[in-house]
């Protein structure tokens, strides 16, 4: 057996100016023979798929992948480019392969297209026709439509955040397309929304009662007969599109209707439970979060986390103005892998040991908190390329651009990364030679998939909330397209 594999993913937040373009996806892109090597054995989506492949003795045949991870709307070029190149990829293959693996988001727009990722979907079949068989893994956070699954011969989404399990994901959707191709079994699959926009901070899936939730979707899969899989997908509230919000897929052995009644049940028990699922009181204004953190941080012998959840693209001020503005009593902190490519070029001009002059961060929108003019020391400067070593993405390779890290007085120290990536793991600090134990405070900006690394790693988390583009009260936000008649907008 063949089967093509590619990917395309972005999780777009519309409501950022700008587009995310060709060089944001190619930096990372991989093709053909490349894409097969260059996965096999991570942590990621197509990494499953390539394990599968291998176990199952399937040849692999690389087609495309390209990802932004989260940022603004993908551009419409960006759009033809990786769709074109897929389809194309299928009209060469489709007569030598038995199948298509794909990897999406689920929360792909462009300026012009508000369900991108079923587009992707009926763009490949128009190519290879309604009988192909297609199976699907999309992130947790996807906004899934039902043309998404009336696309797909089957799908599955991760189970956790933070998504310790992508690989993993991709593994069940290919086992079941694979034994849909032996002819081992059937497949059908039941779809239910909630009518829940939930922001990305509560869906945490350690959180109750979302944990309780996603345990009884194990429950019922282990224990009903006929039911394959379940994905319970939180979605993703800041991509304004009309499928925005959660929703359920369960796929059984071919029995459709129970398929749709779990589907139901579960859509159901989220709706009940969707003021819980709003854990608000967690949440904290920036100057009570940071009286927090210094209060705790007084006693603690693990460093303190402060999460600016808010912030999409690592650049907002709010927190970092706060702690320069306020008596830390000596507290140390570390503000790792902010993004500002124009003050990482700057240090890395002026070099180590360099005094410099800044206006650091706050650039990607007027809601990112405006720049803060800092003197910075520069403790170091230059490219940096990581090879990831966390729970997620493990063995892929970043490149981070120009970086540099700085002290800013105050006991405050930030790090700097010209290309988009979040601190979520101890990379942030082991390959810039830092520890976290030398700090009292971390200020971090990722929204869940921090939490497996420093959930043990710190005394505690505080949550804080800022007027960004990713908030926790998701009524804040100006929507055209997503419903409005969803709860939290509708009780
Ligand atoms: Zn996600």
């Not at 040849?59 to 960006?78: D, R, Y």
């Not at 089957?154 to 694979?178: E, I």
């Not at 993703?236 to 129970?258: I, Q, R």
């Not at 008596?327 to 140390?332: E, M, R, T």
Request: glycine residues 10%; charged residues 20%; negative net charge.
């Amino acid at each position: 057996m063949r089967l093509a594999i590619a990917g395309f993913a972005l999780e777009s937040v519309t409501f950022l100016p700008e587009t995310t373009d060709i060089p944001d996806f190619e930096r990372g892109a991989l093709r053909g023979p490349a894409l097969v090597e260059g996965l096999a054995g991570t942590n990621t989506s197509l990494g499953g798929f390539l394990e599968v492949c291998k176990a199952e003795e399937i040849e692999p045949v690389g087609l495309v992948w390209a990802g932004a991870g989260a940022a603004a709307s993908a551009s419409e070029a960006a759009f033809d480019k990786y769709v074109g190149e897929i389809v194309a990829g299928l009209a060469r293959v489709k007569g030598e392969v038995d199948g298509l693996l794909l990897h999406l988001h689920g929360a792909l727009a462009t300026p012009s297209r508000r369900n991108a990722d079923a587009q992707v979907l009926q763009a490949i079949r128009a190519e290879v026709g309604p009988d192909f068989p297609i199976a699907v893994a999309f992130d947790l956070h996807g906004n899934i439509g039902p043309d998404v699954v009336d696309a797909a011969t089957v799908l599955a989404g991760y189970h956790y955040s933070p998504h310790t399990d992508m690989a993993v994901t991709g593994k069940r959707a290919a086992r079941m397309l694979n034994a849909r191709l032996r002819g081992e079994q059937g497949l059908a699959m039941g779809y239910a929304r909630p009518g829940i926009i939930l922001p990305s901070i509560f869906s945490a899936t350690c959180l109750e009662p979302l944990a309780t939730l996603m345990q009884h979707a194990r429950d019922l899969e282990l224990h009903t007969p006929g039911v394959l899989d379940i994905s319970i997908f939180c979605g993703f509230a800041y991509a304004d599109v009309p499928d925005c919000g959660m929703s359920m897929v369960v796929v059984t052995d071919g029995d459709a209707g129970l398929a749709q009644r779990t589907a139901d049940r579960l859509a159901g028990l989220a709706r009940d439970w969707r003021s819980v699922l709003f854990r608000r009181e967690l949440v904290l204004d920036v100057a009570t979060g940071v009286s927090q953190a210094l209060e705790i941080a007084g006693n603690a012998s693990k460093p303190v986390c402060v999460l600016e959840h808010a912030d999409r693209l690592n650049d907002s001020t709010y927190t970092l103005r706060e702690l320069l503005a306020r008596d830390l009593g000596g507290a140390k902190v570390f503000a790792p892998f902010m993004f500002d490519p124009e003050s990482a070029a700057a240090c890395v001009a002026a070099g180590t040991g360099a005094s410099i002059d800044l206006q650091l961060c706050g650039k990607t929108s007027p809601q990112a908190g405006r720049p803060l003019n800092v003197t910075a020391k520069v403790i170091w400067a230059g490219e940096k390329t990581v090879k990831v070593t966390g729970p997620l993405y493990t063995g892929a390779t970043f490149k981070l651009g120009n970086a540099a890290v700085l002290d800013v007085g105050n006991g405050v120290t930030v790090s700097l990364i010209s290309i988009q990536w979040s601190a979520i793991d101890r990379d942030p600090f082991d390959q810039f030679g830092l520890k976290p134990e030398d700090f009292d405070i971390i200020l971090l900006r990722s929204k869940t998939h921090f939490r497996h690394v420093y959930t043990p790693l710190c005394e505690e988390i505080l949550i804080v909330d800022t007027p960004d583009w990713g908030p926790a009260d998701v009524t804040t936000l100006p929507y055209e397209f997503a419903d409005r008649k969803s709860f939290p907008f509708v009780a």
